[in-house]
T-cell receptor
Framework: GENVEQHPSTLSVQEGDSAVIKCTYSDSASNYFPWYKQELGKRPQLIIDIRSNVGEKKDQRIAVTLNKTAKHFSLHITETQPEDSAVYFCAASEAGGSYIPTFGRGTSLIVHP | SAVISQKPSRDICQRGTSLTIQCQVDSQVTMMFWYRQQPGQSLTLIATANQGSEATYESGFVIDKFPISRPNLTFSTLTVSNMSPEDSSIYLC???????????FGPGTRLTVT
């Protein structure tokens, strides 16, 4: 089955800095890679996703890159703000197939004002 | 997106009892899932709730412990049976709409077993 590794487990940055979270996956059949943000006590919220036919996607301060050959994808947050503090999860799934997503273990991002 | 509600939002239960959690979606969805999330941990898939047929359980989860119903395309229930303190966790309903990509989560049910 799919295995998703996520690093780092904790990331501490100063407000205004950039943050990068990286994930690797093992199953070449995976073609859909979403990222979720989970604030304390709340549900995971989909913030950005990328499909395997695209190498990069951007939405304001967040971007995701995908390297299918190396089987890794990354979340980039620029100009971080304290409200970006949360746990971020990556996932990989085979959309259109079995779908069942495999989640990474999560990264706790702390943005210091 | 999808509007998903869960009931109850939280509960404290005694060992040996059962709790049924309800998940309601505002429109028909293709797939519904049930997850468990321990504090500070990632999301663990319990099962896929199949409409009109038995749920598909992941390794380590069995129907006798976590019976699931899905009578239609907008509603599902998860029962946690014969509870023990180890079942204390947050249980989340999740859905995928037609098109099969974006996944959305319910607000969760925080269960404490004493």
């Amino acid at each position: 089955g799919e295995n998703v590794e996520q690093h780092p487990s904790t990331l501490s940055v100063q407000e205004g800095d950039s943050a990068v979270i990286k994930c690797t996956y093992s199953d070449s059949a995976s073609n859909y890679f979403p990222w979720y943000k989970q604030e304390l006590g709340k549900r995971p919220q989909l913030i950005i996703d990328i499909r395997s036919n695209v190498g990069e996607k951007k939405d304001q301060r967040i971007a995701v890159t995908l390297n299918k050959t190396a089987k890794h994808f990354s979340l980039h947050i620029t100009e971080t703000q304290p409200e970006d503090s949360a746990v971020y999860f990556c996932a990989a799934s085979e959309a259109g197939g079995s779908y069942i997503p495999t989640f990474g273990r999560g990264t706790s991002l702390i943005v210091h004002p | 997106s999808a509007v998903i509600s869960q009931k109850p939002s939280r509960d404290i239960c005694q060992r040996g009892t059962s709790l049924t959690i309800q998940c309601q979606v505002d429109s028909q969805v293709t797939m519904m899932f049930w997850y468990r999330q321990q504090p500070g941990q990632s999301l663990t898939l319990i099962a896929t709730a199949n409409q009109g047929s038995e749920a598909t359980y992941e390794s380590g989860f069995v129907i006798d412990k976590f019976p699931i119903s899905r009578p239609n395309l907008t509603f599902s229930t998860l029962t946690v049976s014969n509870m023990s303190p180890e079942d204390s966790s947050i249980y989340l309903c999740s859905v995928v709409r037609g098109g099969g990509y974006e996944q959305y989560f319910g607000p969760g049910t925080r269960l404490t077993v004493t």
